[in-house]
């Protein structure tokens, strides 16, 4: 009988259930990896169309598409010959118990960080971002943040469990310093006047060169210890129609990708890539540049850290 190792060349998308194909492993603070990758579905805070609960799954089997190219352009290393990868799976959390899943990514998040592992976290609605600050800021101490979205995520107005409000309660917990951390791509009303992050909205992020962008980052963040939480939103819904609040006159794949790669050496401890909805997804398009962005997330670390 024929099997998956006898011809690995013709089974790219058999049994494609991991991130990159990698292996599964449900006690990743055991393994010898280096980096965790964790699906976080939860959408119990969203204020738009929910299904980024769904994102996890269908980001994993977008990257399948991925998972061929050992070595990633313009990157001139191969990824898995550098680093350490481990899929862990979805976090599980009894449907509907907010508290309870909050809790959860918490405990679950510090454990491995305790473990000496870094975390890239597929969400789930962008709330699952406020547990994860928390588990690191533990680890790492106030940290910087560098949030791509087309919102600032940063009001006061909303529901104990809200994916907007997560970065209105980071500052005041001490997790993150605003003083060094900086928002791309917004392009939704905010309180600027009293507003404390610095911010690249969307059309300075169209109309800036990337040196000019990249160079407006690293002065900000500087050597801090650095979450990344990128939320799909951020790209133009031509690039990602599948997510739960999308805005217009957002920013290309491309660019995106461009602005990543300049960030080279920057000290990233923890990243999440959020708010895929792929019931609104039209051929895999927003599932396949979240995959992406997670993919060039895993380079830039692999930077700095190997």
């Known amino acids: 009988m024929s099997t998956l190792a006898d011809h690995p060349d013709y089974s790219l998308y058999s049994n494609a259930n991991t991130f990159l194909r990698q292996a599964l492993d449900h006690r990743p603070a055991l393994s010898s990896a280096d980096v965790v990758i964790t699906g976080l579905p939860f ?9 980024a609960r769904l ?10 598409n991925l998972a061929w190219e050992e070595k990633r352009w313009p990157w001139d290393f191969k990824l898995l010959e550098r680093i ?4 862990a799976g979805d976090l599980v959390f009894d449907c ?28 789930g609605d962008h709330f699952v971002t406020l547990p994860l600050l928390r588990a690191h800021a533990k680890h790492h101490g106030k940290m910087a943040l560098l949030h791509f979205d ?26 993150i310093d605003p003083a060094c951390s900086l928002q791309l791509g917004i392009r939704t009303d905010y309180e600027k006047a ?11 992020a169209n109309n800036l060169s990337i040196e000019q962008i990249v160079q407006q980052i690293r002065q900000r ?13 951020c790209l133009d819904p031509a690039y990602a129609p599948g997510t739960g609040t999308p805005v217009g006159g957002g920013l290309s794949t491309n660019r995106i990708l461009q602005i990543l790669r300049g960030l080279q050496g ?12 792929p019931a609104y997804d039209n051929s895999e398009v927003t599932a396949l540049a979240a995959a992406t962005i997670a993919v060039e997330l895993l380079h830039l670390w692999a930077v700095k850290h190997r």
């Open 221 to 233: 963040i500087g050597d801090k210890p650095l979450y990344l939480s990128f939320d799909i939103d």
């Open 43 to 51: 959408d119990l805070a969203t204020t738009g169309r929910s299904g």
């Open 194 to 204: 009293n507003h404390p992050f610095e911010v690249i909205n969307a059309d300075h």
């Open 150 to 175: 087309a919102h600032t995520d940063s009001y006061s107005a909303g529901s104990r469990y809200d994916h907007g409000t997560m970065f209105y309660h980071a500052p005041k917990e001490g997790l």
């Open 55 to 64: 994102g996890p799954d269908a980001v994993r089997r977008a990257s399948v």
């Open 96 to 123: 509907g118990e907010q508290a309870q899943f909050t809790q959860r990514v918490e405990d679950y998040a510090t454990s491995l960080l305790k473990a000496g592992k870094t975390m890239l976290s597929l969400g």
């Open 84 to 87: 350490g990868l481990v899929d």
């Open 266 to 277: 920057v000290n990233i401890i923890g990243m999440d890539v959020v708010e895929v909805a």
